[in-house]
C-alpha cells in the first residue's frame, strides 16, 4: 500500500524542507502503520543516525564544485537522530516495517560508542520493547555499568520515570520490558545505589517490570 498525494500531504511526508525530526519521525511511523512502505527509507536513514537530504540539499548538491565537501556533510553521525527514531519505532505496528526496522536497531545497538552512547543504549532499549529475545539482556548488563548517565537512562526509559505534560518521551523513553533477567539486574541496581531520586526510579522500573511478568 502507498498513500495518494493527499493523503502525504496530510502527513506533510512529502515536505521535508525545514521539518525538525521531532515533527517528522511521528509522521513517518505513522505512514508505515497505514502500510505506506515508502517512508521505510527515510526512517531508516533516521536510524542511522543521519539527517535525509531535503529538496535543498540535493539542489545544493548538484551546484557545488566540491564533491569532497557534500560527501562529508552527508557522512555526519548524530546519536540524537538515532535515539528519537528508535523510541518512536517502538510505536510501530506493522509487522513487516518492524521486522526491517528491528534489524537497523540491531546494527545501531552493536555500535557501542561511549561518546555517542545514546544511539546504542536507545537502540537495544527499543529492541527490547519490539520483542527481540537478546536485547532484554543487553540492557540488565547496562544497568550495572559503569557509566551513570547510561544505567539511569536505561531504568528510566524502562518503566523509571513518570511522565508529565509536555514532556517529550522520543528523547527519553517509555515503556516497559518484561523479562525475568532486567528484573534481577534492577533489584542489584538497588543493592548498591544509594541516590534517591535514582533509586525511586529503579523501584518504579522494577514494579512496571514484575508487573508485565504476571502469568508469563
Known amino acids: 500500500m502507498h498513500l495518494d498525494v493527499g493523503e502525504r500531504d496530510a502527513f506533510g511526508l512529502d515536505d521535508k524542507d525545514g521539518q525538525p525530526y521531532r515533527v517528522r519521525l511521528p509522521a513517518l511511523v505513522a505512514a508505515l502503520n497505514l502500510g505506506d512502505a515508502k517512508a521505510m527509507g527515510e526512517l531508516q536513514t533516521w536510524l542511522s543516525g543521519k539527517r535525509p537530504l531535503s529538496k535543498k540539499d540535493v539542489e545544493r548538491a548538484a551546484k557545488s564544485k566540491s564533491k569532497k565537501k557534500a560527501a562529508k556533510a552527508d557522512d555526519s553521525f548524530d546519536a540524537e537522530f538515532v535515539q528519537a527514531a528508535a523510541m518512536e519505532s517502538v510505536l510501530l505496528t506493522d509487522a513487516k516495517a518492524i521486522a526491517e526496522v528491528k534489524k537497523s536497531l540491531a546494527a545501531a545497538a552493536d555500535k557501542v560508542d561511549d561518546k555517542k552512547w545514546k544511539a546504542h543504549v536507545y537502540a537495544a532499549v527499543a529492541l527490547a520493547q519490539l520483542g527481540d529475545a ?76 514484575r508487573s508485565m511478568l504476571v502469568g508469563k
Do not use: C
Request: charge should be positive; aromatic fraction near 6%; hydrophobic fraction near 40%.
Open 134 to 209: 537478546k536485547a532484554p539482556g543487553k540492557l540488565a548488563e547496562l544497568t550495572g555499568g559503569p557509566k551513570e548517565d547510561i544505567r539511569n537512562a536505561v531504568i528510566s526509559a524502562v518503566g523509571g520515570r513518570e511522565m508529565h505534560p509536555g514532556d517529550y518521551w522520543m528523547l527519553t523513553g517509555t515503556g516497559f520490558v518484561a523479562d525475568k533477567g532486567l528484573a534481577m539486574a534492577l533489584e542489584k541496581f538497588l543493592d548498591v545505589e544509594s541516590k534517591k531520586e535514582y533509586r525511586v526510579r529503579a523501584v518504579q522500573a522494577l514494579a512496571t517490570t
